[in-house]
């Protein structure tokens, strides 16, 4: 056998060994990772703790003191956002402690979700 024939078998080896590999990683019990769409919509919705801080109905604002938002890779600090639609401060008030998800769309910081805690 030459080094041409050895090298192609241990490289095809190798790539079918990494495949079922990346395939038994994908189907693991529990953690079936083939529905990237589900990930991702779990992995963007995730909940930031804040404290409102002020709220502007009428302009569809709001003032949080919040934890650091993991999917905007921001640290915590106090800030104002844009709600997405202002119905969604609808029976807060300020002091609430809330859960909130926030997004950039545009290079405008918005909350998409919020609730009381």
Do not use: C, W
């Not at 079936?32 to 779990?42: D, R």
């Not at 993991?70 to 300020?94: C, G, Q, S, W």
């Not at 545009?106 to 009381?116: A, V």
Request: glycine share 8%; net charge negative.
């Amino acid at each position: 056998m030459n080094y041409k024939t050895l090298t192609l078998t241990l490289l095809l080896g190798l790539a079918t060994h990494t495949n079922l590999q990346a395939e038994e990683m994908m189907h693991h019990e529990g953690h079936n990772m083939s529905q990237t769409g589900e990930m991702s919509e779990q992995a963007a919705m995730v909940m930031t703790k804040g404290v409102i801080t002020r709220l502007d109905e009428g302009s569809g604002k709001v003032g949080i003191k919040h934890e650091a938002i993991e999917n905007l890779k921001m640290p915590a600090m106090t800030m104002v956002f844009r709600v997405a639609d202002p119905a969604l401060l609808k029976d807060l008030k300020v002091g609430d402690a809330v859960r909130f998800h926030a997004e950039n769309p545009g290079g405008k910081l918005t909350i998409t979700q919020i609730q009381s805690q």
